[in-house]
């Protein structure tokens, strides 16, 4: 019998359309879902929208129709999403599923029966927008203690459940269940949460204040409070929606995926419920952090909100995909900018990846009539066995990080293999081995080498990127469909025997042609603004006018100002761009990160005085090519018609440091 593995996301409200916010869990859940399928379990994968309550009845208010027309219109923008991310759920839960109901109903009726719902009067501060009351303690001078909105006291008949009948259970559980609350910072707030007794959860709502809800069977005139209902559908979901009609029993669910906000909801209520209704718990909760925009909280009123269907559009499903879970570990709250997203996606997507694949490909049907020749034991190096050994234990590397949700570091192992293979070409340069038929063994044993290092690739990027492993697979002439064949079954290094012919195909990560600037003040040079100093010069080998406004010069806000990161830099090497008098290509140390830089200096600096320099960089600039050399970037100088000087600060502060 197969191991079973089910995962959630949290069920999302329907109460607008699809943020990154959503998508960043969903996919998180996705690639634990798809290598448990690799591993051989039978694997459960549910997602779905949380349809009841406040919020939604307030937004099909706003919208002019009834709440259930509301949630039918906007479940398809979530389904839409979801396939466009390449999403693979078994299941997609509604909470106005008929059955759904019934069995919230059911649970209800189970807690009620056992006398741990009682019915009694309650006075509290109540707060419309999280829809839930705050004791006199929790309100900070009339506002909510979590959104900050004005609460208000409201008094009413409502149904409790007897929650603080399990706290010392609870206490019990997280204390010899380490792995239950991950990580281990929220494990320790829960803990912290629980060190206060804990009260009786109000479960239900009158429905003269909200009747978009799920009925009280015992009380015709309530509807129970809807996170009892949304929790319940990690357990309803497996009653109907499963698709393994002989599959091992899902509960106790192996991993809750949710938000740091929805920690205490599931940690709290949902396990209490549980204990209430004598189920097990589930084994693991993990909260993950949450995303700020350009450095700003992501809201609809600052009209900061990552659509990632745009991001889809632009820069395709993997590549999306890939920048959510590399960039920021999953505990971690993190920032989403462009800038950022460019880069990664044009170092690591587009030159690394990209790259190696290409040039791989274009060896093999260069050099070797489109076919992945034999190697040759007698002329392997010691290179050739770390590729080897890195190779073979990448899929092990993976497990380990993602069985501790570290998404980043399992990516940052299979970018540690891309790059050990793109200087593997270097090194083994096979270009120089294919002229000299002496050496056509080891050409072979290269090549060899290059492709069994794709073909295990795109095996370990599946999880991660099933597009572009499925079209590597594809290029590299594999039969097997990788999304199924089983870890215990793929062929080690040097087993697999290639029989179709290989092709090289339209490049994976397509370079982005990044437009001008983030603001909107750069002008051509051909026409340079008659703008004082300082000047900018780099990647689109324009001026930017960030300078003090003269007359003729169009004025800019603090804000748009604040757009152009400017950051120090410290020159590590430079040289001339060929055929270029002015360009110099400069590699420069941002602190985090190293990054090219072409700048047209060269009248004025010869490259070698310029290594060890601080300088100062606009670091948000999108990337641009220069007589074909690619620019990441801009530094910043002084001067009108000839460039005079470089700026920098007066001390000598480290790279990386952010210029205002
Ligand atoms: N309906 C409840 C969950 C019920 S689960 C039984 C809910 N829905 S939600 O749509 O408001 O939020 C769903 C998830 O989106 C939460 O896990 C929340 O943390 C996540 N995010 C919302 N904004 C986010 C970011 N800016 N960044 C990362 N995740 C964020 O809560």
Redesign the pocket.
Known sequence: MPNAFYVTT????VNDVP????A??TIAADVLARLARLRGDAVFFLTGL?EHGQKVQQAAAKAGIDPQTHCDQLMPKFKDLWEKLNISQDGFIRTTDAQHQTIVQHCLQTLYDKGLIYQAEYTGWYCTFDERFWTEKDVLEGLCPDCRRPVEQVSERNYFFRMSQFQDQLKEHIHTHPEFIQPDSRRNEVIGFLQKPLGDLSISRPKSRLSWGIELPFDRDCVAYV?FD??V??ISALEYLSAHPDAPTFWPASVHL?????LT??AVYWSTMLMGMERPLPQCLFA?????VEGEK?SKSRGNVVDPSAMIEEFGTDAFRYFLLREVPFGQDGNFSLAAFHSRYQAELANDLGNLVSRTLAMLGNFSQHTVPHPDPQTETEFDHQLQQTTSTLFGTIEEHLHRFEFHRALEAIMGLVQLANQYIDKTAPWILAKDPARAARLQTVLFHLAETLRFLSYALTPFMPHTAEAMNRRLGLTADISTSLLSNYPPWGTYTYNNPVSKGTALFPKKDIPATQGSQTTPTSSPPASKNPQALGSSGKSSPLAIPTDDTPQIGIDEFMKVQLKMAKILEAERVPKSSKLLKLQVDMGTQQRQIVAGIGKKYAPEELVGKTIVVVANLKPAKLMGVESQGMVLAAGEKDMLGLLGVAEDLPPGTTVK
């Open positions: 949290p069920i999302y409200y943020h990154i916010g959503h960043y869990t949380d996170w949304a929790l559908n990690y949710v938000g740091k906000d929805i909801t599931h993950h952090g949450w995303w700020t992501m």
